[in-house]
C-alpha cells in the first residue's frame, strides 16, 4: 500500500505510520511495495537523485519563453554553472565497483537461496537488469571525477540554447572584449568550459580562446577551500541532523526493506545501501535514456528518503544550516552586481566550478530558503521544502543573472535570475521575477560594502580567524611547490 500524505500537521504521525511497515515486516517475508522499476515508463525518482540528478530531467523548457519580458531586451549576462556530470571520485570507484560481489550475492539469493520476500520482490525484468551490469574497467583511478561523455554533451547543449535566445549576447563568433571565461584547477570544470565554448563558437573552439589561470588562491569559485572554520564545520558527525536521520525509524525501515527485497534474510550495512544508491544515480547520470540496475533495488519513496539524508548533509556543511555559508560567496555575490550595474563590455561572463559553490552562492542570495530548517524530526512536514538539492544542484546545475533593458520604464535597468534555465520567481522584493537592478543593488549591498577578502570567512572566535588567514598561506606554498 502507497500512502500519499498532505503536509498538514495533524496527520503527520498517523500518515508516517501508515506509510512504513513493522521493523520485522522482513521475518515474515514481507517488505515492501510491490514495484518493477523496469516496467515504469515514468520512473519519477530520476529527479531526485540529489546532487547527482541528470540535468536533462530538471532543467528548464527549451522554448526560451521563459527568458522574453514585454518591451525589454536582454544586455548582458553572468552565468555561474557546475560541471556536467562526472566520474566518481578514486576511492568511491573502488567501492562502487565491489558492487560486483553484491550482485551475485543477490542473484544467489533469488535463484539458489530462495530467499526473496513473498511481498515486494524484485521483478523479473528487475532481476535481469541487475545480472547484466558490471563494473566499467575502462573506469581507473587516472580518471577520477573527470567529465564523462554526457557532461560534455549537458554543457555544450546548455550554451547552444542560451546562444538561440540571446544572439545578441552571446554571438557565435569570440570576440575576447565581449567574452569572458574562467573554471577551477580541476578537468572537469576546464572540460566543462571547453563544451561550452564549443556550443558557442564551434569544434575546439578553447584553442583560439586564451582564459587566465586559475589564481593560487580562487577565493571567487572555491572559496571555501580557503576557509578552515567552513572546511572544519560537522555535518555528518554525531550529534548532526544528517547523523539523527541515519538512526531514525525511516532509515532503519528502508535498510531493512531493501535487504529483504534483495533476499537478504538480515540488514545490509548502511554503506552497502548507500553504496548502491551511488551507483543508481551514476549509471543513470551516464546512460540517460537507460534505466539503471541499481536503481531497481529502491521503491520512489525510498529514493526520496536518500534525497532528504543528503539535503541534511548539504544544507548544514554549504547552506542556511549555518551563518558563516551565508558570507563565503561574497568576491561571486560582489562580481555580479559589478558585471551588471554598467554598461561596460564584457557582454558575458561566464564560470565553470562546483556543486559546493553554486549552493554557498544561492545561500548569500538568499534564494531557495524555507520558513522552517530542515531537520531530522521534520522529514514530513519538508516535503515540498524549497531547498531541494536535486533541483537546485544537479550535474550542470547554473545560476544565471540577466540584465534587460526597459526603455518604458522609470527604472530602465532590470534583472531576472534564472537556475538551470527556469526563472526564479517567489522573490517578495521583485515583480514575478523581474527585479529593479537598483532593488538588486540595495538587496546585497553588505557585500559591496565589505572587504571581501576579510568578511567571507569571519567566524566567531579569534582562532577562526587566525585559520582563515593561516589557510590560504598554506596553499600558497603548496602551490609553489607543486609548480
Excluded at 185 to 200: P, W
Excluded at 258 to 276: A, F, H, I, T
Excluded at 295 to 319: G, M, N
Excluded at 353 to 368: D, G, M, N
Amino acid at each position: 500500500m502507497v500512502v500519499r500524505c498532505k503536509s498538514i500537521d495533524l496527520i503527520l504521525f498517523i500518515c508516517a505510520l501508515l506509510a512504513s511497515k513493522p521493523i520485522n515486516a522482513q521475518r515474515s517475508g514481507e517488505c515492501c511495495q510491490e514495484y518493477c522499476y523496469d516496467l515504469d515508463n515514468e520512473r519519477p525518482q530520476s529527479a531526485h537523485f540529489a546532487s547527482k540528478t541528470s540535468y536533462l530531467i530538471v532543467k528548464g523548457p527549451e522554448t526560451g519563453r521563459q527568458y522574453l519580458v514585454p518591451n525589454c531586451n536582454p544586455t548582458k549576462i553572468w552565468i555561474f554553472a557546475r560541471h556536467g556530470t562526472r566520474l566518481p571520485e578514486g576511492e568511491r570507484m573502488q567501492s562502487l565497483s565491489q558492487l560486483e560481489d553484491l550482485r551475485d550475492e543477490i542473484i544467489a539469493n533469488y535463484e539458489k537461496r530462495h530467499s526473496k520476500p513473498a511481498i515486494g520482490a524484485m521483478c523479473e525484468n528487475d532481476l535481469d537488469l541487475l545480472k547484466r551490469w558490471h563494473w566499467n574497467q575502462n573506469i581507473t583511478a587516472q580518471y577520477a571525477a573527470f567529465l564523462t561523455v554526457q557532461g560534455w554533451e549537458e554543457l555544450k547543449f546548455m550554451a547552444i540554447r542560451y546562444q538561440r535566445v540571446f544572439p545578441n549576447i552571446l554571438e557565435n563568433i569570440y570576440d575576447k572584449n565581449k567574452f569572458l571565461f574562467r573554471y577551477t584547477n580541476t578537468q572537469r570544470t576546464e572540460a566543462s568550459y571547453k563544451a561550452f565554448v564549443e556550443g558557442l563558437f564551434g569544434p575546439n573552439a578553447h584553442e583560439h580562446i586564451q582564459v587566465q589561470p586559475p589564481p593560487t588562491n580562487d577565493t571567487l569559485l572555491r572559496p571555501y577551500d580557503y576557509c578552515a572554520p567552513h572546511d572544519m564545520s560537522k555535518s555528518k558527525g554525531d550529534g548532526t541532523e544528517y547523523k539523527k536521520f541515519v538512526k531514525s525509524q525511516t532509515m532503519t525501515q528502508l535498510v531493512s526493506d531493501v535487504s529483504s527485497r534483495l533476499g537478504y534474510k538480515y540488514p545490509l550495512k548502511l554503506q552497502q545501501v548507500m553504496d548502491m544508491f551511488e551507483m543508481c544515480r551514476f549509471d543513470q547520470a551516464w546512460n540517460i535514456g537507460s534505466p539503471s540496475a541499481w536503481c531497481a533495488a529502491f521503491t520512489p519513496t525510498q529514493i526520496d528518503d536518500l534525497e532528504y539524508l543528503e539535503d541534511l548533509q548539504k544544507y548544514y556543511k554549504s547552506s542556511y544550516g549555518r551563518e558563516l555559508n551565508s558570507r563565503i560567496q561574497c568576491a561571486a555575490v560582489n562580481d555580479m552586481l559589478h558585471h551588471l550595474e554598467t554598461n561596460n563590455l564584457p557582454k558575458t561572463v561566464a564560470y565553470f566550478t562546483h556543486s559546493k559553490a553554486i549552493v554557498l552562492l544561492l545561500t548569500a542570495l538568499r534564494f531557495f530558503k524555507d520558513s522552517d530548517s530542515l531537520r531530522a524530526d521534520n522529514y514530513y512536514s519538508m516535503s515540498q521544502r524549497k531547498w531541494r538539492s536535486s533541483y537546485i544542484l544537479p550535474f550542470a546545475s547554473n545560476l544565471v543573472a540577466i540584465k534587460y533593458d526597459c526603455p518604458n520604464d522609470m527604472e530602465r535597468d532590470k534583472v531576472m535570475f534564472f537556475l538551470n534555465e527556469k526563472p526564479i520567481t517567489d522573490l517578495d522584493w521583485c515583480k514575478v521575477g523581474l527585479c529593479n537592478l537598483a532593488d538588486v543593488k540595495e538587496r546585497y549591498k553588505k557585500f559591496t560594502q565589505a572587504n571581501c577578502d576579510e568578511y567571507y570567512c569571519t567566524d566567531s572566535g579569534a582562532s577562526s580567524i587566525l585559520a582563515s588567514i593561516i589557510l590560504p598561506l598554506i596553499a600558497m606554498i603548496l602551490h609553489k611547490l607543486a609548480a
